[in-house]
Nanobody, 118 residues
Framework: QVQLVESGGGLVQAGGSQRLACTAS????????LGWYRQAPGKQRELVASVTNSGSTAYGDSAKGRFTISRDSARNTAYLQMNNLRPEDTAVYYCNAGRLLWTPGTSWGQGTQVTVSL
């Protein structure tokens, strides 16, 4: 079983930046894809970004051009750098470990709230 611990998040003003981190442990290995998904109230969970151990990435439409995902393999950690945040980015952000860039696996973190104010 993979355990995922998220950090970062909180309140930020529109136009600001924030960085999220997700550290994996347990049965995690380099074949796992690490990804960030988000869910806003009343909406479905959606892909924000994901990254393989070799650095291949996938981005949801809302993240393109503003968010960057990266991965530190030595620390089993993925980072999501979010710039130019907008109120519509407000959501709970979840870390995920799976095998595919575009499809989540079954391992989820507890989620971290990101709130963007005007």
């Amino acid at each position: 079983q993979v355990q995922l611990v998220e950090s970062g998040g909180g309140l930020v003003q529109a136009g600001g930046s924030q960085r999220l981190a997700c550290t994996a442990s347990g049965s995690f290995d380099t074949r796992h894809v690490l990804g960030w998904y988000r869910q806003a109230p009343g909406k479905q969970r959606e892909l924000v970004a994901s990254v393989t151990n070799s650095g291949s990435t996938a981005y949801g439409d809302s993240a393109k051009g503003r968010f960057t995902i990266s991965r530190d393999s030595a620390r089993n950690t993925a980072y999501l750098q979010m710039n130019n945040l907008r109120p519509e980015d407000t959501a709970v952000y979840y870390c995920n470990a799976g095998r595919l860039l575009w499809t989540p696996g079954t391992s989820w973190g507890q989620g971290t709230q990101v709130t963007v104010s005007l």
